[in-house]
């Protein structure tokens, strides 16, 4: 049942996704909706139509954001192949429930399934939505969203005993402090990447579609899903312990795509996660009342001088030292962090 509701919910897609392309030539302005297409494709009716409804405003977000951001592209048809699958559905009068001490999840048109669990089950929370996904090596999950009783704030204390950490992105490992030391992944989580690497070379010398290249895909998805799991686990602890400790991080405000691109650092700088790093250390800090602090855009932080405040305009890609005038001589990504930390703490007391 699941692959069934996987793949109405990619046919309705791929129809709704046509008809408005049509639309939108023609110049009509009416928008298709999950119902129509019942009357032709009777078996849609089998499987959750909440699921089918959810399609409809996923067609819509990816519509919407395409018209609003550079880095959206046009809504695209999704393929038989694809390795990902999933759908959402949505709660309506307790028709998901978790069941028998939350060994298993009752969802709509398919009944009872055992799962086990990776996080804590909220008490407070009132479930919403479940999202069902197939991964490329296999496996099932499903992730719950609950919606939370709003948490109070913590009240602040003085300005001045704020504890406040500068962080610069590193292209060497992930991140530098202001406090000079440095973050970066595990060493287990390097060996999974070069055995991810390995196979997928393996891949690339196997004949495309023969049945060594069918189980060697598998496998490559299998660790490609470990190398994302260890990152997003040790990215989440990170950000957890400085969530924790600080009252506020000041951050450079960069576009990684724009980075990469104009860089040529390619892959490394896109796969390195400091963009995931900073969205998750920016909502658990504000979970807490605490804030992550975006310097400008054009505020010169490798430029300028963490001791006197001069700006280097001819501060070269491969100094790793900054060298000052003032005497000030320090990794030049360090010196980095202490203005951010410096640039948050004015913004914070302003
Ligand atoms: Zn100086």
Redesign the pocket.
């Known amino acids: 049942m699941l692959g069934k509701t996987f793949g109405c919910c990619r046919f309705l897609y791929n129809h709704m996704l046509s008809d408005r392309k049509l639309a939108d030539i023609e110049g009509r302005s009416e928008r298709p909706r999950p119902a129509m297409y019942k009357k032709e494709y009777p078996w849609l009716k089998e499987v959750d139509s909440l699921a089918l409804c959810n399609v409809q405003l996923h067609l819509e977000t990816a519509y919407k954001n395409h018209k609003e951001r550079k880095d959206a592209g046009y809504p695209r048809f999704k393929r038989k192949h694809d390795s990902r699958c999933s759908y959402t559905t949505n709660v309506v009068n307790g028709n998901i429930r978790l069941e028998e001490n939350v060994k298993k999840i009752r969802l709509p048109k398919v009944g009872s399934v055992r799962i086990k669990v990776h996080r804590d089950i909220p008490e407070e929370g009132k479930l919403k939505s479940v999202t069902v996904v197939r991964e490329a090596s296999g496996k099932y999950y499903a992730s719950l969203l609950y919606e939370m009783p709003e948490r109070e704030n913590q009240a602040k204390g003085d300005k001045a005993d704020e504890k406040v950490l500068g962080i610069d992105f590193a292209m060497r490992g992930l991140a530098v402090f202001s406090d000079g030391s440095r973050a970066d992944y595990p060493g287990y989580y390097r060996e999974t990447e070069k055995r991810l690497a390995r196979e997928q070379r393996k891949l690339s010398r196997c004949e495309k579609g023969s049945r060594n290249y069918v189980k060697q895909k598998k496998r490559v998805a299998v660790l490609h899903e470990k190398v994302r799991n260890q990152r997003k686990d040790f990215l989440h602890k990170l950000s957890r312990s400085l969530a924790d400790e600080y009252d506020a991080v000041g951050v450079e405000d960069i576009d990684m795509r724009a980075m990469s691109r104009s860089l040529h650092f390619g892959k490394s700088v896109m796969d390195n996660g400091y963009g995931m790093f900073r969205t998750m250390l920016g909502y658990k800090l504000e979970e807490q009342g605490r804030i992550l602090v975006k310097a400008d855009r054009f505020f010169p932080s490798s430029k300028k ?1 963490s ?2 405040g ?1 700006i280097k305009e001819d501060l070269a890609l491969s100094e790793r030292k900054y060298r ?3 005497g ?1 001589e320090m990794d030049r990504d360090v010196n980095a962090a202490i203005n951010l930390r410096a640039e948050a703490r004015k913004r914070i007391s302003a």
């Open positions: 001088c001791v006197c001069k000052c005038s003032c000030n």
